[in-house]
């Protein structure tokens, strides 16, 4: 059941670039989308989540975009940098119910 | 910064063994959820628990766990008999208020090993 979807499993970024991380979702049932990052052997941390009656949510270097009528998202890193490499976790929740629901996350690599 | 303690980081267990994963959520938080992560695959949700009662639980979560909350401060989740299945990483996580909107905030996992 691939509510949340990340097709790429992995994406290079040169230091400095900007990194375009793309979720798809089936449900539109969602009301909030959010995306985790994670290091190995950490637990995911909460980076940024938006609203479905938003289309875009800034918060310093992050971006993300919701664009309804496709049932896609994405969070733009600007500008990247080598910290920011690991793996980046979309999620979606909704009012009805409590869960947040993740994708198979994007493994992100930030090339100094 | 506060944070979501878990213990212990790694625990081996011999197949149909009873484990308990110990959580001590933020202090102040009200929300709280036992995820895990199978090896190479997603983070999937488990459990939540919100006034000393179970809120939701996915078809994961059957008669063979249960959780917690004994004393007000540690939240546990337990596995009555092991299977190899179980081997995975276990998030704990928690938040103060309702809502999904302003995420949770994780532990570091405990790694269960089940041989």
């Known amino acids: 059941d691939q509510q949340v979807k990340q097709n790429s499993p992995s994406l290079s970024v040169q230091e400095g670039r900007i990194s375009i991380l793309n979720c798809d979702y089936t449900?539109?049932?969602?009301?909030?989308f959010l995306w985790y990052k994670k290091y190995p052997a950490e637990g995911p941390t909460f980076l940024i989540s938006?609203?479905?009656?938003?289309d875009k949510n800034e918060d310093g270097r992050f971006t993300v975009f919701l664009n309804k009528s496709a049932k896609h998202l994405s969070l733009h890193i600007v500008p990247s940098q080598p910290g920011d490499s690991a793996v980046y976790f979309c999620?979606?929740?909704?009012?009805?119910?409590?869960?947040?629901?993740f994708g198979p996350g994007t493994s992100l690599s930030v090339i100094p | 910064e506060p944070e979501v303690t878990q213990t212990p980081s790694h625990q081996v267990t011999q197949m149909g063994q009873e484990v308990i994963l110990r959580c001590v959520p933020i202090?102040?938080?009200?929300?709280f959820y036992w995820y895990r992560q199978i090896l190479g695959q997603k983070v999937e949700f488990l459990v939540s628990?919100?006034?000393?009662?179970?809120?939701?639980k996915s078809e994961i979560f059957d008669d063979q766990f249960s959780v917690e909350r004994p004393d007000g401060s540690n939240f546990t989740l337990k596995i009555r008999s092991t299977k190899l299945e179980d081997s995975a990483m276990y998030f704990c996580?928690?938040?103060?208020?309702?809502?999904?909107?302003?995420?949770?905030?994780f532990g570091s996992g405990t790694r269960l090993t089940v041989v």
């Open positions: 202090s102040n938080h009200l929300y």
């Open positions: 999620a979606a929740s909704g009012t009805s119910y409590d869960k947040v629901i």
């Open positions: 628990f919100y006034n000393n009662e179970i809120s939701e």
């Open positions: 938006i609203s479905s009656i938003k």
């Open positions: 996580a928690s938040r103060i208020t309702g809502g999904a909107f302003y995420g949770y905030t």
């Open positions: 449900n539109s049932m969602f009301d909030y």
